[in-house]
């Protein structure tokens, strides 16, 4: 999974910090492919500084903008997918 979410806070934490260890995560422009692409949604601004780490944006974005969230979530899963099937 990409991102944590807390109702409570609410906050989405991107989890760079536990992707670095997970191929083809480890890659860190493939990290930096992924930041790039939530960037692009508005109401979204992960700062580069933050690969391995675990940066957060406001949960309200998802109301607006789910299909932009949706994409980058695909892209996040067709990646791990080829990354899969590559190996086997």
């Known amino acids: 999974m990409a991102a944590a979410l807390y109702p409570v806070s609410g906050t989405a934490e991107v989890v760079f910090q536990y992707l670095k260890d997970r191929s083809p995560f480890d890659d860190t422009e493939v990290r930096r492919e992924l930041l ?3 960037n692009e949604i508005d109401g979204i601004e992960l700062a580069e500084a933050k690969l391995d780490l675990r940066p957060s944006f406001p949960l309200q974005v998802f109301a607006g903008h789910v299909e932009e969230i ?5 892209w996040f899963v ?3 997918a080829l990354e899969l099937a590559q190996r086997a």
């Open 36 to 38: 790039r692409r939530l």
């Open 78 to 80: 067709h990646t791990a």
């Open 70 to 74: 949706g994409a980058a979530l695909e």
